[in-house]
Each structure stands twice: as C-alpha cells, then as structure tokens.
C-alpha cells in the first residue's frame, strides 16, 4: 500500500537545492555586470561631455541608470546614438 503522508525524496531535495544555488549565482553575476556596465557607461558619458560637450537624449547618470537597469539593450542604444554611422552628424561635423 502506498503512504501518502511521505516525505519528498531526497533526489527532489537535492535538486532543488542546486537549481536555488544556481540561480542565485546567475542572479548575483548579472547584477554584477549590470553595475560594471552601467559605470563604463557613465564613465563613456562623461568623456563624450568633455570631448563633444553634449549627449543626445539623456545625461550621463541618466544613462547609466538606464544601462543598470536594461543592461545590453541600454548599452546599444548608447552606441547607435554616440557612435555609430547611424545618427545624424551634428552642424559641426562631429564623427
């Protein structure tokens, strides 16, 4: 006869376990990207207000929050606005 009130076998408690270690490991290295990611930003921010003397769309810490939060997306939009061949060169022929 089959015991109902047993408790879960301990191959689902071990697997369990590692999939909660993994996931907080994966969880814990994108924050980190995230946040070295969105300094280098910053960081790309400030050099092309120095440089240039003007961002497009948002300011620097504008757009490091965003690439903290949105990550490689952020940080393409970031690239297609200040460095690629895309955007539209300015009236004094910024490259």
Do not use: D
């Not at 301990?10 to 924050?31: D, E, K, V």
């Not at 300011?59 to 393409?76: C, D, E, R, V």
């Amino acid at each position: 006869m089959l015991n109902v009130s047993m408790q879960p076998s301990t191959f689902f408690q071990a697997t369990t376990a590692i999939f909660a270690i993994g996931s907080a490991i994966i969880i814990t290295c994108t924050a980190i990207l995230h946040a070295i990611l969105a300094y280098k930003i910053f960081c790309a921010a400030e050099y092309i207000i120095h440089s240039r003397g003007r961002l497009y769309m948002m300011g620097p810490l504008l757009w490091g929050f965003t690439s903290l939060i949105f990550g490689l997306i952020a940080a393409a939009f970031f690239w297609v606005a200040h460095y690629s061949k895309f955007r539209s060169h300015g009236a004094e022929g910024e490259t």
